[in-house]
């Protein structure tokens, strides 16, 4: 096989891996597992952190964090080990991908903002630190966790170009228009002030 068919073949093959890890639904897994309910039919019926919160449960949210961010992280740091640096990159994108439609879904899945922190931190773990603690500050500060979630994935290419690590600005910048497109919902009752703050809805 000649070498670029051979490295398109890895980089395909990495893309699936990412996907499939990226498309495990742990905040419905978790849900069920804990007597929570269907997730669907709770708060905004998103399968993410924030709304496994919304059951009341911190420690199924704790843990749907965690696992979603782990994700990420996971297909990131096998494809470098495996495949280099490239097939990284590719993987954490589609692990992305897979959190926000995920097969089992029917592609109806969450934002993907702990799968995006996640990936951040295994690619790059200043850029990673760095864009957690923008989203930490932001919803400290307006206790919006939507907003936290915008602010830092518009900061993580800014990121990238202030930490040295130019080579991922492109996919910080992919990742970051996917989160702004997937929370269009959010951004509308942000303009309209009817967005729910943390704790309260």
Known sequence: ????????????????????????????????????????????????????????????????????????????LLARALAGEDAAQIAGFAAFLGHCYPVWLRFAGGKGVATFLGLLLALAWPVGIAACLTWLATAVLMRISSLAALVAAVAAPLWMLILGQGGAVVLAIALAALILWRHRSNIARLRAGTEPRIGKG
């Open 1 to 76: 096989m000649p070498p670029f068919e051979s490295m398109l073949s890895i980089l395909s093959l990495w893309a699936v891996i990412g996907y499939l890890l990226g498309s495990i639904p742990f905040g419905m897994v978790l849900a069920r597992l804990m007597g929570l309910g269907n997730l669907r039919e709770i708060g905004s019926g998103n399968i993410g952190a924030t709304n496994v919160l919304r059951t009341g449960n911190k420690a199924a949210a704790a843990l749907t964090l965690l696992l979603d961010g782990g994700k990420g992280a996971v297909a990131v």
